[in-house]
């Protein structure tokens, strides 16, 4: 069983920067790749970005290429999303995920096993 904890949601210029952690309960975080997805209001949850359980591989929404960039420290038991160049777009409640299947880093919310409580971003015009 793994806890994920979400943290460093907040308000934010368009423009401007943020930077996300999860931090993960459990020793297996290793074993897991993750992923953060996003939710706007009125809207489906849509994967934004992921990173395999090494942290060597990662996968970008094309809508966050070029701003958004993700990490993991396996002995922190931690996933940053650090998004820079923010767009009022960019407005939702993010979520970290983890997923124990060691595939590629999938895309679907469905394939994820643990999900945080989320963290809002608001970026204003």
């Known amino acids: 069983q793994v806890q994920l904890v979400e943290s460093g949601g907040g308000l934010v210029q368009a423009g401007g920067s943020l930077r996300l952690s999860c931090v993960a309960s459990?020793?297996?975080?290793?074993?897991?790749?993750m992923g953060w997805f996003r939710q706007a209001p009125g809207k489906e949850r849509e994967f934004v970005i992921g990173?395999?359980?090494?942290?060597?591989?990662?996968s970008y929404a094309d809508s966050v290429k070029g701003r958004f960039t993700i990490s993991r420290d396996n002995t922190k038991n931690t996933v940053w999303l650090q998004m820079n160049s923010l767009k009022p777009e960019d407005t939702a409640v993010y979520y970290c995920?983890?997923?124990?299947?060691?595939?590629?880093?999938?895309?679907?919310?469905?394939?994820?096993?643990?999900w945080g409580q989320g963290t809002q971003v608001t970026v204003s015009s």
């Open positions: 995920a983890g997923d124990s299947t060691p595939f590629n880093i999938r895309r679907a919310s469905g394939a994820y096993n643990y």
């Open positions: 459990g020793r297996t975080f290793s074993n897991y790749n």
């Open positions: 990173i395999s359980s090494s942290g060597r591989t990662t």
